[in-house]
């Protein structure tokens, strides 16, 4: 799912978020390893569809993609500074980005949640997670469908 990576770029260009997070290699895809220090994100991916039955053309290279976005910290206002830095740096972002085919027309956050972990077995010391969910507009490259027939 490239648009997954294209988000991931989209937040290592943040930089005042990266400054308070700590670096562009506190960004993960999918997971992040157990071992890892806080604070640190992780990108999710909630779903990807094509944007509307009802535009005329190749409506499957306009997506939208929702995003689920996990800022773990040691405080809830940590969590709440970075997502909130988060925000205002992607708030309607747009441009061309390092991602074969991916072209982003707008994000935007729907919502932003808290939660706190306590750790697996008590004795870990915990987390704070905001997850700040986007809307992530984008286009892609055209679908060139491939014949299943087997001949």
Known sequence: MKFIQAVHESIKSCTS???LLGGTSRVFQSYAPVTTALPYIVVGAESDE?????LTGN????RKAMVPISIITVSVNTSATIANELRVELYNAS???PVAGI????IHVSTMSY???PGDD????GAHICVVNLIFIYTSTTPVPID???T
């Open 148 to 150: 299943l027939s087997g």
């Open 115 to 117: 939660d706190w972990d």
């Open 17 to 19: 978020t990266m400054t």
């Open 122 to 125: 008590g004795s870990e010391t």
């Open 103 to 106: 072209v982003v027309k707008n």
């Open 95 to 97: 441009g061309t980005l």
């Open 50 to 54: 094509y944007m509307s039955p009802t």
């Open 59 to 62: 409506t499957d290279t306009i």
